[in-house]
């Protein structure tokens, strides 16, 4: 996590010494119900304790001025003037926020903003959503608006889809926004509801595992993926009429008219349909504290990304594989988007070092790449951050 005097010192340094409040929004990983969000299927992720801070004082004008810590960059735009439209621009996901904010009516005061964040980007853990969802917290409660968390979260969500040119799902941003320390979140991504469920990591670690291969979801074969599946489901429809998406398809229906699918969209939808049946049982697991049921449905997942879905890579396959190999692993798959990332592990704390030594040397060793290992508790949804207010000044120009 960034420790919010880092946050205020930088922001004092670039900025000057100024009255500012402080927000920050976890970055995620996905225990399970992977590509089954933008399927209106079901999900089971967590926050983690990795995050994107930002720290903001008020201006006279509209424009919102950004520092970002990581790119040692400033840059700026006027909500009063239009999008510029610069493609692959870091501020876009910033921007994008504060324009779908304003079509909504929300009018937003200008800000300068110091945003830092420590959420690994590409690595499968939602570093945009982390932002986006910060960012929407901190204008809105910068120009004392009051939107829920649910709003924000799909507002994320729409700034991936309109300023990034990716078609992610709500998940990202939802758990980001919503998550509950301790906790994962179920979330049913066709009505939002959602429930906290209690993640007992007391003899169980949750262990990220980074592939450091790196991927970008708006340049990748994942809006394929989404495509495919939209595809799927109108040939289904010829037979199956009342479906919306395939979270409406079960596997009895998707054997029965297999063969009028081309063999390669009926993996992709066979994928969705078992994954949201292992997402459901996963959470059953979980509230049943059945943790080594939760691990061999995580197993399944990844064969089913792999085999079906085709969105791992080697560097994925060979650290689940090598998790597979030791002792006091409960669980492996990939998480997030694929074709790169991390994968999710649940390891029994006694083997935690062992784990750790194992991955990082037969990594090494099949890949000439070091792989970054995070361990993480299940964190909290986005909040404000302030404690102690710095001096007060007039805002600036």
């Given at each position: 996590m960034i420790h919010r005097e880092h946050l205020t010192r930088k922001f004092v340094e670039i900025f000057g010494n100024r009255e500012m409040r402080c927000f920050r929004a976890p970055g995620r990983v996905n225990l399970i119900g992977e590509h089954t969000d933008y399927n209106g299927g079901f999900v089971l992720p967590m926050a983690i304790d990795r995050e994107a801070a930002i720290a903001a004082s008020i201006r006279n004008d509209r424009k919102i001025c950004v520092f970002t810590v990581n790119l040692d960059e400033m840059a700026e735009f006027d909500l009063d003037n239009e999008w510029a439209g610069k493609k692959?621009?870091?501020l876009n996901y910033i921007e994008g926020v504060a324009r779908i904010l304003e079509r909504k009516n929300i009018k937003l005061q200008g800000v300068d903003m110091l945003v830092w964040s420590d959420v690994p980007a590409g690595a499968g853990l939602s570093s945009s959503a982390a932002l986006e969802t910060a960012v929407g917290l901190t204008l809105t409660q910068m120009s004392n608006q009051t939107v829920d968390l649910v709003t924000l979260a799909k507002i994320g969500q729409q700034t991936e889809?309109?300023?990034?040119?990716?078609?992610?799902?709500i998940m990202d941003q939802f758990v980001s926004a919503n998550a509950k320390a301790g906790h994962a979140l179920l979330l049913d991504c066709r009505s939002l509801d959602y429930e906290h469920l209690r993640l007992d990591t007391t003899d169980t670690a949750v262990v990220i595992c980074d592939t450091n291969v790196k991927h970008d979801l708006a340049t990748s074969e994942y809006n394929t993926r989404r495509?495919?599946?939209e595809q799927a489901v109108e040939r289904l429809k010829d037979y199956l009429p009342d479906i919306?998406?395939?979270?409406?398809?079960?596997?009895t229906d998707l054997e029965k008219y297999s063969d009028k699918i081309?063999?390669?969209?009926?993996?992709?939808a066979r994928h969705v349909v078992t994954e949201n049946q292992r997402t459901l049982k996963a959470a059953d697991a979980l509230k049943q504290g059945d943790l080594a049921g939760f691990g061999r449905?995580?197993?399944d997942s990844h064969k089913s990304l792999r085999d079906d879905y085709e969105v791992s890579c080697r560097e994925l396959d060979i650290l689940v594989d090598i998790a597979l190999r030791l002792d006091g692993v409960?669980?492996?798959?990939?998480?997030?988007?694929g074709f790169g990332g991390s994968t999710v592990n649940l390891v029994k704390r006694e083997h935690l070092e062992q784990f750790k030594e194992e991955m990082q040397s037969e990594y090494l060793r099949l890949t000439d790449i070091k792989p970054t290992i995070l361990v993480s508790d299940a964190g909290e949804g986005a909040s404000e951050i302030t404690e102690v207010q710095s001096s007060k000044s007039e805002p600036l120009l």
């Open positions: 692959g621009f870091w889809h309109e300023f990034a040119g990716a078609k992610v799902g495509e495919e599946c919306r998406q395939l979270r409406d398809v079960s596997i081309p063999e390669v969209i009926r993996r992709r449905l995580m197993w409960l669980g492996a798959r990939m998480t997030g988007g």
